[in-house]
């Protein structure tokens, strides 16, 4: 996970669109997977996320992505099959009971966060962060101080995972075990690194402060970018092909 949310250079028909119509469709492409409650269509636009990962050689980035966010919608699943009575008794619960309905409602929820994901997160792997950014200013005309700030997050989480990695390297020559114990010892073992974690963080954010503020910061405004983000054909496609999605999602329910 050392390159996560990392350009990654390419010449696949995703890294030549236009940034704002990648970030555009992406997030259509979000919004019907959360228009609607198909699973069918859910995992069809799953696929469709996982084709595009391939297209652009994302695949072993977007597998591991897609694990992150399957340890995460799992929680969601258990407490939506929990709670959630539905279809044919499965198994009796104290204060309900698990249904066919509740398998349908939990798998839906885990195919809806990770198709949801991929081609937001693949935004940041075939665009780079300086281009995101201006072209956020010049053709939305949002103000550059917000796009740097989201652009400098971004970019800064790599940094701070290798910085949290090199801090367990060393903790792990020191003679600690961070893969023994239970949660509750691992935990533990965590709380200490946070400490040089966060000093460095205050360390880089001040140097890249300083760094913005000599080189005129203050005074950049929308014409201070010299590239242009012209829209083709290709990018009105991506964006007319997520408003459809998002159509067929609503029709769907």
Known sequence: MSAFL????????????NPVAKLGAAALFAVACFCTSSLVFLMALLAAGLALAAMCGMVRQTLGLVRAV????????????????????????PWGY????SLIAALTTIVRLAAAAIPLFLVFYV??????ANAAVKVLHVPY????????????????????KGVMEAQTARGVEFDRGGIVQKARLMVPLCVPLLVSSVRKTNSAAIAAEVRGFNL?????????YPMRVLDAAALAGGALLVALAVALG
């Open 98 to 101: 698990i249904g066919t309905g």
């Open 127 to 132: 665009t780079k962060t300086n281009d995101l």
């Open 220 to 228: 950049r405004t929308a014409a201070s970018g010299y590239k242009e």
């Open 6 to 17: 990392e350009y990654v250079p390419g010449k696949s028909p995703l890294h030549r669109m």
């Open 70 to 93: 399957l340890a995460f919608s799992l929680i969601l699943a258990v407490v939506q099959l929990l709670t959630t009575p539905a279809g044919v008794q499965l198994v009796q619960l």
């Open 145 to 164: 101080k917000y796009a740097f700030t989201f652009t400098s997050t971004v970019h800064f989480i790599p940094v701070f995972m290798n910085d949290m």
